[in-house]
């Protein structure tokens, strides 16, 4: 039996048609089965976000106490000396550590960006803030500081004095103690003479 051209493409339309309709019913009925089997295990963690209440425990919060006597890793900081400046109680008049030539130089370092800009490079308290109306500190090269144990140093950089802020969380320990060391060098420096230079090293200042 013979069909016409025109019967013959609308059947194949037809035919394309329907496969197209059977592959949207089964995508459609396997999203269905994804969907319902889908969990909400990430959205909905068994876990406390900060501050929320807590029902387990008596006094409601979710945020626990650390033990006591708990130390952070690494920060045990058992050292009195090195990281209080202190020996039973006192302001320290020692080092914790031998003061070498890599200690001066990070000590300068050290103190060129944190410490300059209010007592200026010589320790003299004419920093840069200082020329623009800041507070003046006091200078390093007077008799009563010339006399400060280091200690004293340590405390003030760590705890802040007067006018000036703390720098604990700007300067670590070790960096306070070769600050420290270097602003004894610009106290020896700022009351030195000729004779206080060794011979070789005399010609480089001239």
């Not at 209440?53 to 952070?72: L, M």
């Not at 400060?148 to 306070?176: E, L």
């Amino acid at each position: 039996m013979r069909i016409s051209a025109k019967a013959a493409k609308a059947s194949t339309a037809a035919a394309k048609t329907a496969k197209r309709s059977s592959f949207f019913a089964r995508f459609a009925l396997f999203a269905v089965f994804a969907l319902a089997a889908c969990r909400q295990d990430m959205h909905d963690q068994p876990k406390y976000i900060p501050l929320r209440e807590s029902a387990f425990f008596g006094d409601a919060r979710s945020a626990r106490p650390v033990v006591e006597g708990t130390v952070a890793r690494g920060h045990l900081n058992d050292d009195e000396l090195a990281y209080t400046g202190k020996t039973n109680g006192q302001d320290a008049t020692m080092f914790p550590a031998p003061v070498t030539a890599e200690t001066m130089s990070r000590g300068r370092e050290r103190f060129n960006i944190y410490c300059s800009p209010c007592h200026g490079r010589t320790g003299q308290g004419d920093g840069m803030v200082v020329l623009r109306g800041y507070r003046r500190p006091p200078s390093f090269l007077q008799d009563r500081l010339i006399g400060a144990p280091v200690g004293h140093f340590f405390d003030v950089i760590t705890n802040g004095f007067g006018a000036m802020p703390d720098y604990a969380a700007q300067i670590r320990p070790q960096d306070r103690w070769a600050i420290i060391a270097y602003v004894r060098a610009l106290q020896l420096s700022g009351h030195a003479t000729l004779a206080d230079v060794p011979s070789s090293e005399r010609d480089r200042i001239r």
